[in-house]
């Protein structure tokens, strides 16, 4: 038996290879999954964007073989990715054949975990590389327990669950922090989001939309401004060359999906009453800088599994998970709201048609409706 893997150069994305590696026999207390489904959005491309600064290219090591001779001075990764699997062997008592699991998988067909703090809700991977490595990214799920589960809407709890748990937090954070003192006076805070049309994105403002202090505008390209329009969820959208229609006055909190680097000296440049600017993401990959020697405020790197351990230190874990869940299952209605869903699924079925989705999906020029689920496995 083989394991296949999608592999990508970690310092050129659009390199890629498909690798097939012999199954290493299981050690006492590990269990083999097999990954049915995973989705692939941008949020996976800032995984990658961000994996040697932000420790994601750590979670699925590939082994650097000195006789490969594709390595060079350029190793390979494996791009973590958010789905479902089966477990398909084990040597661990508590963990059996057949219980179908979601959790953080490598891009492959299967992969060997080792459960640790196994209860009934789940377990963490025990492995030694993830010691360091935030637990919120090692806790696997078992589907038969996990009130947010449900059979029917599998690819899109794939695809949006993550940047939806994300983008509350995110909402969270500008709440908890007063909008950085926007909304003065009457008046209300302007947040500013770019890539408005990314799903981590329109979750965002879809929880922002109920804060009546703030108003949330969304920043695209002039290809989406009529999907980002159709959520409902911006008060207004603009495109990128469309800054200039606003106030240099206007307090306002930039909240940056994108990571282009000239948008970012653009805003910094303009808005005199910029109060605070985060970055969240990377969705245009080929435009990243760094965020040196801008006027205003310091851009600071959101990590959500922070604000996610103030906010169980706060709620505890019960109070956290029921205010989650009941956010999760708003968001969902919306999203499958009728005439038009805000999202399709698209399943992408072996190594080529994994292939031909990571392409789009570095590219960012895909369709926004359009949500993406592969498989290596042929699990899907």
Not at 102 to 108: K, V
Not at 187 to 201: E, F, H, P, Q
Not at 245 to 272: M, Q, S
Request: hydrophobic residues 40%.
């Amino acid at each position: 038996m083989t394991t296949t893997q999608f592999q990508v150069r970690k310092n050129q994305l659009d390199t890629t290879r498909t690798v097939q590696l012999p199954e290493a026999p299981l050690s006492d207390g590990q269990v083999r999954v097999r990954i049915e489904q995973f989705a692939y959005t941008s949020n996976n491309i800032t995984y990658a964007a961000f994996g040697e600064a932000m420790d994601y290219w750590r979670f699925f090591p590939v082994v650097q073989r000195a006789d490969d001779p594709a390595s060079g001075d350029a190793p390979w990764g494996l791009i973590p990715v958010w789905g479902f699997g089966v477990v398909a062997q084990t040597r661990c008592a508590g963990v059996a054949v057949g219980e179908r699991l979601y959790g953080y998988w490598p891009m492959a067909s299967d992969v060997v975990l080792l459960p640790a703090r196994v209860s009934p809700e789940g377990f963490f991977d025990g492995a030694s590389h993830r010691a360091a490595l935030h637990p919120v990214y090692n806790h696997y799920l078992r589907c038969a327990a996990d009130p947010l589960h449900d059979p029917a809407n599998e690819p899109l709890q794939a695809l949006l669950r993550p940047l939806f748990l994300t983008a509350w937090l995110i909402d969270d954070f500008l709440a908890d922090n007063a909008f950085f003192g926007t909304s003065q006076q009457g008046r209300r805070g302007v947040m500013l989001l770019s890539s408005a049309s990314s799903k981590t994105a329109y979750a965002t403002a879809a929880r922002l939309a109920h804060r009546p202090d703030v108003e949330v505008i969304g920043l695209t390209s002039p290809s989406n401004v009529g999907f980002c329009e159709s959520l409902g969820v911006y008060s207004r959208v603009l495109t990128y060359d469309q800054l200039d229609t606003l106030p240099t006055d206007t307090p306002c909190v930039y909240v940056d999906f994108a990571g282009n680097g000239e948008l970012r000296k653009a805003i910094h440049g303009r808005f005199t009453a910029l109060a605070y600017s985060c970055s969240i993401g990377g969705t245009h990959v080929d435009q990243l800088a760094g965020a040196r020697d801008l006027p205003g405020p310091r851009p600071v790197l959101f990590f959500a599994p922070a604000q996610a351990k103030k906010r169980h230190a706060d709620w505890g874990a019960a109070g956290f998970n029921d205010r989650m869940a009941r956010a999760w299952h708003a968001f969902i209605q919306q999203v499958n709201q009728p005439p038009a869903p805000w999202l399709v699924v698209q399943h992408h079925i072996g190594p080529e048609a994994v292939q031909a989705a990571h392409a789009l999906v570095l590219g960012g020029h895909g369709d926004p409706r359009l949500g993406h689920v592969l498989s290596l496995s042929g699990g899907v």
